[in-house]
């Protein structure tokens, strides 16, 4: 047995929240609120397209990295409404969110245009935040295992182990998505694991499927973050609504920075 660091990632997914003058103050009280804190994890802000200068101006020379929602697998052209992963290398994001569920549900992202997207995104330099997750009633049906692998699988397909490193992977059950339910934290790191041993086949060596962070990201706060993150497979967390506050977004930052880091491979 070897051991080897894997990153820790908080990611802030603002969704369609936040003016530009709300989205100034938010993230310059979250740059400030980390100075000096002590093994942090990367911190990652995803506001509105609107936002992404105001964001980048605030997080300039600290530690707190940008990315988009959403992106577009074309690099331009006529596709109205849509932002492609140069525009976003252009804004300097460093992230960008694949596949969320909302844009699924509402917006007709589907397992085919997933790794399209990831594709590009890892081609321009930027690191895919790829979501998988199943519905209410796949989870009452016992499907949440076949329908996550389905979606691991179809996100990953045709990228190279070089690029397949470049990723990480968020698990959002969406029934406890905005709904203040949350996935008992023993039960998202059963299926993070899940995750991880169907990421491990796309590798020569199956310990590099070890080192790929994957996140949690159904309704984590400030109250659950610490049991959430106790839990050994669960990397991190996309976090929906508690990023919206500085102060609850700090407080799920604080309990990444406590949480162990070193995995057994």
């Known amino acids: 047995m070897t051991e080897a660091k894997r990153k820790t990632v908080i990611a802030g997914n603002w969704k369609m929240n936040k003016t530009r003058k709300e989205a100034k103050e938010l993230s310059e009280s979250i740059v400030k609120g980390i100075q000096g804190k002590a093994n942090l994890p990367e911190v990652v802000l995803c506001p509105p397209f609107t936002c992404l200068d105001v964001v980048a101006t605030a997080a ?117 998505i905005g709904t203040g339910k949350v996935c008992e934290a023993t039960e998202a790191a059963r299926v993070i694991e899940l995750i991880r041993n169907t990421v491990k086949p796309f590798f020569s060596d199956k310990d590099a499927a070890n080192l790929i962070p994957i996140l949690y990201g159904g309704s984590m706060n400030a109250k659950n973050a610490a049991e959430l993150l106790a839990q050994d497979q669960i990397d991190g967390g996309l976090i929906g609504g508690a990023s919206l506050k500085s102060e609850d977004f700090l407080s799920i930052i604080d309990a990444a920075c406590t949480r162990k880091r070193l995995t057994a491979v």
């Open 60 to 176: 300039k020379g600290s530690s707190v990295n940008f990315g988009g929602q959403t992106m577009d697998d074309h690099d331009s052209g006529a596709y109205t409404g849509e932002i492609s992963a140069p525009m976003l290398v252009d804004c300097g994001a460093k992230y960008v969110i694949i596949g969320h569920s909302e844009r699924r549900q509402y917006f007709g992202e589907t397992n085919q245009t997933v790794p399209l997207k990831v594709k590009a995104a890892i081609g321009h330099g930027l690191v895919p935040i790829v979501c998988v997750g199943e519905l209410l009633d796949e989870r009452e049906n016992n499907l949440t295992d076949p329908v996550v692998k389905r979606q691991v699988g179809a996100a990953l397909s045709g990228l190279s182990e070089a690029e397949l490193k470049q990723v990480v992977i968020a698990y959002e059950p969406v029934w406890a």
